[in-house]
């Protein structure tokens, strides 16, 4: 029954427009937001301006596309950086490689093996940092972070249904074929076990990959969000013309 009620609950996400949209909506009796984008979208990934000044805000990447005639219609914190806002593992912007790739084991969550990367191409993809590293594909914009939520199918080794490490926590999944991106965000605090059951579960994709918690943080104008807090280090969002 419990499945039940999540696959109708998420048979909204999937009715959603391929451009992107986003919803409120339950997993597991808990709160959570998700956003679906299409690959035909003009998805990007930010981190800096032209002078190299990181940008850490939703407003500033607002800045920088409204030289275009264009504006944000959703973002979120996409990968897990140091303390002067420069990410701790790779980043593609623009089809430049801005940090390099992390593949050992280290402290954190970055470091619980195995981590990924999202990539923005032809197509959207989550993929192993050692698999990634080892035949890279063609990414306009990508970045790493850590732990994978899903690997094939199937969660992380590491994570325990009862466990007590809760945050609030963001993450981005994608479809089998690539063609959509699920970016969600916990409304309550919830365990690793939780989250990537939602993507796996709730949302059917075969690969998604952990952004962070503590400070996740969600832009979403049709649902009246526009996240605070301390300044950012990657942000991934959508640009759309004004």
């Known amino acids: 029954m419990l499945r039940l009620l999540a696959a109708c609950a998420f048979a909204l996400a999937y009715a959603l427009p391929a451009q992107a949209s986003c919803i409120d909506t339950t997993f597991d009796d808990l709160p959570f937001t998700v956003c679906k984008v299409g690959a035909d979208a003009d998805l990007r990934l930010f981190h800096a301006d032209a002078q190299g000044a990181v940008l850490g805000s939703f407003a500033k990447v607002d800045e920088v596309l409204a030289t275009e005639g264009k504006t944000l219609k959703f973002a979120m914190n996409a990968g897990m950086y140091h303390d002067d806002r420069a990410p701790v593992g790779l980043l593609v912007t623009q089809g430049q490689e801005r940090a390099g790739i992390v593949t050992r084991e280290g402290p954190g969550n970055f470091g619980l ?62 479809s089998g074929d690539g063609k959509t991106a699920y970016f969600a ?42 996240d605070f807090g301390f300044q950012m280090g990657p942000i991934v969002g959508l640009a759309v013309p004004k």
Do not use: W
């Open 185 to 226: 965000i916990s409304g309550r605090a919830v365990n690793f076990d939780t989250f990537g059951r939602l993507f796996r579960d709730g949302l059917g994709v075969p690969n998604a990959l952990y952004f962070d918690g503590k400070i996740s943080r969600l832009f979403s104008p049709e649902l009246g969000r526009n």
């Open 113 to 174: 093996l195995p981590n990924g990367v999202f990539c923005i191409g032809k197509d959207f993809s989550v993929v192993e940092s050692r698999a990634f590293k080892a035949a890279r594909p063609a990414c306009r914009f990508a970045t790493q972070s850590g732990p994978m939520l899903v690997i094939d199918g199937a969660l992380h080794p590491r994570f325990l249904p009862d466990s007590d490490s809760r945050f609030i926590r963001n993450g981005v999944g994608v």
